[in-house]
């Protein structure tokens, strides 16, 4: 079965794009002469390769000088204190940082940097994090260089990244990890912002292979991507519960250990490609976000939630796997208060499919003792063993089975499922109060965080109230020859409505300015069309997650290829407001 694991989007237009670093850096000679600029300010994302940077430049340029941003940065002993309120002293946990780049930077550093580059005679390059608060008012040529939060990670796993400001490169990766979620890409994206404006050029650093687009490609690149469906890259990771239902269907490395994990609509993390001539280019799908939120989010779902993408599409194979670690995830409150967040980490999981003997752990048992529940987690934690069935409610699950999970509710998938977690975006945030007595893929113990998981557990959510209140709550909206429309929730205490679509034939959908988010469920394949052509024909095949832009209004789901004259089914998320 076919799956489109490195989707792009067509960039039409005459645009182009540099590739490799001798034609990169070529084209800024040009324009740094036909400009007649000495200056170059060359702004980096966390986790790209300053040094390689450098080397490069110092390779192709000779005699310019170059100057590191990190020269402008206060030590690591100041660094550590302004950032340890923001990374607190948990293993896991921080709180989202609202520092800013300046904060990191020792004005007087930038301000005799700023004189000896207005007094050099020479061409000068300014490089890394921060580069543009060195330059800041000075004239010149900017470039912006780019790269993807999952691009981060892998790096961190392999050493090669440091938090800003901190030679901390051989910390674990949780520690890097947590200083990049909640401070680094915060500081990072808050500059990428406010400069957006000023780049002339943007690099993709994510390979070997750089390649460079103008700001001119960059916006209508942006404008293009959210007047169309579009979908961002999946990214498939393994863990300690993994399965291998995803192995086979998606046809992944057979070398892997497993596939525990796949994110492919979470642009927070993913990656958006553009094809740009045959080239593709690749940026944080973030990016659309941040810089085309009305078009993309729509104006109501911007005013409530900022330039955040709201909605989470993600897979949780369990099938030939383990049961995930039993969890909580936080109240709204309790989220406000703690990390800083303004809304949590409710969520869903549809069964996409699943084993004769799949299984999910939801809600407690009927009158179930907290205070035994919460002696017995204690105490697992050093006899390695914990009962969980004689507490949680164990519940069948079978293909197409919708399982609701407002936060605050016990819960995991076990062990057989092959689950398509429909969430609000908070994704980081799972209290874990067991975990099998297992490892995790490094091999240490994975954290467990009883304390915080008590703090939000709601114990009341017992058998017959999850029965009536989470479990297949689905009503049919619309029936007719060869269609049926069903809600299959989420619950009245979260904000995302989802709608099943069984069809025949066409169906009609329309936006109404509210971002959509959309997956073939059941099929092979269907087409996406718009009634008025304002898009060109998009196809999607079984699993594949896409985003409906706010903007395009209307627009058709259809059966198409080997599915046409067949029935498939559609499950779309959006946030519920008063227009849906």
């Avoid at 040009?30 to 060359?42: G, K, P, Q, S």
């Avoid at 915060?186 to 912002?193: F, G, I, S, T």
């Avoid at 291998?244 to 927070?268: G, H, T």
């Avoid at 909605?311 to 989220?335: A, C, K, M, W």
């Amino acid at each position: 079965m076919t799956f489109t694991k490195y989707p792009a989007v067509k960039i039409s237009g005459d645009h182009p794009c540099y590739t490799g670093w001798e034609t990169i850096l070529e084209q800024l000679d040009t324009a740094v002469r036909e400009r007649n600029d000495r200056l170059i300010t060359i702004e980096c994302y966390h986790g790209t390769d300053v040094n390689g940077i450098i080397a490069v430049l110092k390779t192709h340029f000779g005699k310019a000088g170059i100057v590191s941003s990190s020269d402008s940065f206060f030590g690591e002993t100041y660094i550590r204190a302004l950032t340890r309120e923001d990374a607190t002293e948990d293993r896991i946990f921080g709180r989202m940082s609202h520092l800013t780049m300046e904060n990191f930077m020792d004005p007087d550093k930038v301000k005799r940097a700023r004189l000896e580059l207005k007094e050099s005679p020479d061409i000068v390059f300014v490089v890394g994090p921060g580069a543009s608060v060195v330059t800041a008012g000075l004239s010149g040529l900017n470039v912006y260089c780019d790269m993807a939060r999952w691009e981060i990670q892998l790096r961190m796993r392999k050493k090669q990244v440091a938090s800003l400001g901190l030679n901390n490169a051989s910390d674990p990766f949780e520690t890097l990890y947590k200083r990049g979620y909640f401070i680094d890409w915060r500081v990072c994206d808050e500059l990428k912002r406010r400069y957006v404006d000023q780049w002339d050029f943007w690099i993709d650093t994510n390979t070997t292979t750089p390649k460079m687009i103008t700001a001119l490609t960059f916006s209508a690149a942006l404008d293009q991507t959210v007047a169309q469906p579009f979908s961002v890259v999946p990214f498939f990771d393994p863990g300690p519960w993994g399965g291998e239902w995803m192995r086979r269907q998606f046809d992944l490395d057979p070398e892997a250990p497993n596939f525990a994990w796949c994110f492919n609509c979470v642009p927070e993390e993913n990656s958006l490609l553009l094809d740009i001539g045959g080239d593709l280019f690749e940026m944080p799908s973030i990016n659309a976000v941040f810089f085309r939120p009305d078009e993309l989010l729509g104006w109501q779902v911007r005013s409530r939630f900022g330039e955040e993408f709201p909605i989470r599409f993600d897979f949780l194979d369990t099938i030939h796997g383990g049961n995930l670690s039993l969890q909580v995830h936080p109240l709204t409150e309790y989220i406000k208060r703690e990390f800083g967040l303004n809304y949590t980490q409710d969520e869903s999981y549809y069964i996409l499919d699943a084993d004769e003997e799949a299984k999910v752990y939801l809600g407690f048992k009927t009158g179930v003792d907290p205070s035994e529940v919460i002696e017995d987690l204690r105490q697992a934690q050093d006899s390695g063993t914990f009962d969980a069935e004689k507490y949680v409610e164990c519940w069948t699950a079978k293909k197409h089975d919708h399982f609701l999970i407002p936060a605050g509710t016990i819960h995991c998938s076990g062990k057989g499922c092959m689950v398509l977690e429909i969430s609000a975006t908070p994704y980081i945030f799972t209290f874990k109060l067991w975990d099998w007595g297992r490892l995790g893929m490094d091999g240490k113990p994975r954290p467990i965080n009883i304390d915080r998981g008590l703090d939000v557990m709601q114990w009341d959510r017992q058998k017959e109230w999850t029965r009536s209140n989470l479990i297949n709550h689905t009503r049919t909206l619309h029936e007719c020859s060869g269609y049926r429309e069903e809600s299959t929730g989420l619950h009245e205490l979260e904000f995302i409505e989802t709608r099943r679509h069984w069809q025949t034939g066409p169906v009609d959908h329309d936006t109404k300015g509210n971002l959509n988010v959309m997956m073939l469920i059941e099929g092979d394949q269907a087409i996406v069309e718009s009634p008025e052509s304002a898009f060109a024909p998009f196809v999607v095949n079984y699993a594949e997650a896409f985003i409906l832009p706010a903007q395009i209004g209307k627009y058709t789901v259809r059966p198409y290829g080997p599915s046409e004259g067949k029935q498939i089914a559609t499950i779309k998320a959006y946030v519920r407001n008063e227009n849906q």
